[in-house]
């Protein structure tokens, strides 16, 4: 059975590793300051529970009225997407 902490330990190491390379190639100070201690904590905790969108990019948003938010652009059968601000059906693998 998998150590429950590993994601955890993994995603420290992984955050720690990438502010070690930011240190060494000169792009962060060796001084901490506390904005720096909250970029580091959320980027922690974005490696643990990556943050979900809630817009699509802007290539999947709908070609009549430009909607991106993810709620109101509802899946249908065959790949086609619905959108509820201005009720096409659209194909967004066909652009
Ligand atoms: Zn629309």
Redesign the pocket.
């Known amino acids: 059975m998998m150590n429950p902490n590993h994601q955890l330990a993994d995603a420290l190491r992984d955050v720690t590793a990438s502010v070690q390379q930011a240190i060494a190639d000169g792009y962060r100070s060796r001084m901490i300051d506390a904005d720096d201690l909250v970029e580091v904590l959320l980027a922690i905790a974005d490696r643990l529970d990556p943050p979900v969108p809630d817009e699509v990019a802007a290539e999947f948003a709908?070609?009549?009225?430009?909607?991106r938010h993810i709620d109101?652009?509802v899946h249908e059968a065959d790949d086609l997407v619905r959108?509820?601000?201005?009720?096409?059906t659209?194909d967004p693998a066909a652009r």
């Open positions: 709908c070609p009549e009225c430009g909607e109101r652009l959108c509820s601000s201005c009720g096409i659209f």
